[in-house]
């Protein structure tokens, strides 16, 4: 069996992730693997015309929004330290699925931990897939965790 080393478990702060981080926390304590946690923030863009909403408003909300993400995975990074992993936890912005490939390939990754939604149809059609695009262009294993 493969022993991990690096191990990269993607959140975005839904009880999915928090089930994937769970696996990833167990994961790494069975291997003493070091565990990388990283939330890819999407900055919100307006839908509405300016005059409607001013635009120093919108920053305000992503400023808001940014900074509550960093808390969020910060206690993320806290709660696998305290369960005795070696942790990290990261914030960086753009397309989710992108930025967790990207991530793995920088940190080097042996596996990627990602929860799955498991949204079909309409909902799959217009919200895409992230753990769908992060297995098919990962550079190593991914392993997925379904919600309840």
């Not at 909300?61 to 992993?85: F, N, P, S």
């Not at 990261?90 to 042996?110: E, F, L, N, Y």
Request: aromatic share 6%.
């Amino acid at each position: 069996m493969t022993r991990f080393q690096r191990i990269l478990c993607a959140s975005d702060f839904s009880k999915t992730s928090s089930e994937a981080l769970v696996s990833a926390i167990n994961v790494a304590k069975t291997n003493r693997a070091s565990l990388t946690i990283l939330h890819a923030h999407v900055p919100i863009m307006p839908l509405v015309p300016e005059q409607y909403i001013e635009s120093g408003n919108w920053d305000r909300v992503d400023t808001e929004t940014r900074r509550w993400a960093e808390g969020q995975v910060a206690k993320l990074g806290e709660k696998a330290r305290k369960a005795g992993v070696r942790a990290s936890a990261i914030m960086v912005t753009g397309d989710p699925a992108r930025q967790i490939v990207r991530m793995a390939r920088s940190k080097r990754a042996d596996l990627i931990v990602v929860g799955t939604h498991g949204r079909r149809g309409f909902s799959k059609f217009f919200l895409g897939s992230v753990a769908e695009r992060v297995i098919a262009t990962a550079p190593c294993p991914v392993m997925t965790v379904r919600g309840k």
